[in-house]
């Protein structure tokens, strides 16, 4: 089992930036691919960026592009997502994700993930 817990999450003006951090614990981190999903009210869960275990494979979801960053301290067990130029359409429910595996969903097309945190609100204000 692995265990996820995120934090940095809160209120910021449009424009503004965040930086979310999810400690991991429960299975060698740096064996780990690392993910962030998000889910906005009245939404489902949409991927937002992901990392694989070395770092080499990084992906984005269209929207964040450009506009955050996904990393990963592999001595701390820690990923990151750092939001700059945030939206307000980026308010949202922010989950860290974790996987064994580096794989796919042959629905979205983009990475998933079986091990969820609790989640972390992120609120940008206009």
């Known amino acids: 089992q692995v265990q996820l817990v995120e934090s940095g999450g809160g209120l910021v003006q449009a424009g503004g930036s965040l930086r979310l951090s999810c400690a991991a614990s429960?299975?060698?981190?740096?064996?780990?691919?690392m993910g962030w999903f998000r889910q906005a009210p009245g939404k489902e869960r949409e991927f937002v960026a992901a990392?694989?275990?070395?770092?080499?494979?990084?992906v984005y979801a269209n929207s964040v592009k450009g506009r955050f960053t996904i990393s990963r301290d592999n001595a701390k067990n820690t990923n990151y997502l750092q939001m700059n130029s945030l939206k307000p359409e980026d308010t949202a429910v922010y989950y860290c994700?974790?996987?064994?595996?580096?794989?796919?969903?042959?629905?979205?097309?983009?990475?998933?993930?079986?091990?969820w945190g609790k989640g972390t609100l992120v609120t940008v204000s206009s």
């Open positions: 990392i694989s275990w070395r770092g080499n494979s990084i």
């Open positions: 994700a974790a996987d064994s595996l580096w794989k796919y969903s042959s629905l979205t097309l983009m990475p998933e993930m079986d091990y």
């Open positions: 429960g299975r060698t981190f740096s064996t780990l691919a």
